[in-house]
């Protein structure tokens, strides 16, 4: 039982690029989340998923995509990354109840 | 729009000394609050809590919620340097669903 695995764990992109960032959960959790932490701001929700092929926009959605094609994966896409996407990303799945969300270890990603 | 407040954000101390630290909220239909310690990398879970006056208890770390007063505390007593972290303090709504909304987190030092 892994738990939730990302990767990767660090990433340097320059602007302009593409990537995706992954994201897998192997405790059959229906609900996952991608949040972005900087510092000073707590984590803030990017997109989030009840359910496969179910998704929705969090508080700070702008530049990024994601999907759920399957209960397990959830990766999340930068369309052409910016260095105001310099930051921590975690991955989190939950039971749908009760919600204790299980945290992935992060990628640090910068953008020059 | 939901709100969380964590205090102090920053907090140094010695090792065996008791600590408290804060959180409290603005937001409809509460549906429970997180507690999460994040150490370099994954935020870990550390209690739910849903009902007032309830007191959660892992060990040294024990955390209550006042409903009332909109607020919730995290208790460490006997601290020790592996308590070094951030500690998250996070809320879920009847609204929001699956949306955590986190508050900027508090940075405990413990020093020897």
């Known amino acids: 039982n892994a738990g939730v695995t990302q990767t990767p764990k660090f990433q340097v992109l320059k602007t302009g690029q593409s990537m995706t960032l992954q994201c897998a959960q192997d405790?059959?959790?229906?609900?996952m989340s991608w949040y972005r932490q900087d510092p000073g701001m707590g984590l803030r929700l990017i997109h989030y998923?009840?359910?496969?092929?179910?998704?929705d926009q969090g508080e700070v959605p702008n530049g990024y995509n994601v999907s759920r094609s399957t209960t397990e994966d959830f990766p999340l896409r930068l369309l052409s990354a910016a260095p105001s996407q310099t930051s921590v990303y975690f991955c989190?799945?939950?039971?749908?109840?009760?919600?204790?969300?299980?945290f992935g270890s992060g990628t640090q990603l910068s953008v020059l | 729009e939901d709100k969380v407040v964590q205090s102090p954000l920053s907090l140094v101390v010695h090792e065996g000394d008791t600590v408290t630290l804060n959180c409290s909220y603005e937001?409809?239909?509460?549906?429970?609050l997180l507690w999460y310690k994040q150490e370099k990398k994954a935020p870990t879970f550390l209690f739910m809590l849903?009902?007032?006056?309830i007191e959660k208890k892992s060990g040294r770390l024990s955390s209550i919620l006042d409903k009332k007063e909109l607020f919730s505390i995290l208790n460490i007593t006997a601290t020790q340097t592996g308590d070094s972290a951030v500690y998250l303090c996070?809320?879920?709504?009847?609204?929001?669903?699956?949306?955590?909304?986190f508050g900027e987190g508090t940075q405990l030092t413990v020093n020897p």
């Open positions: 989190a799945s939950s039971y749908s109840h009760p919600q204790r969300w299980v």
């Open positions: 405790m059959n959790h229906e609900y």
């Open positions: 998923s009840v359910g496969a092929g179910i998704t």
């Open positions: 937001v409809t239909n509460f549906r429970s």
């Open positions: 849903t009902s007032s006056g």
């Open positions: 996070a809320l879920l709504t009847r609204t929001s669903g699956s949306r955590l909304t």
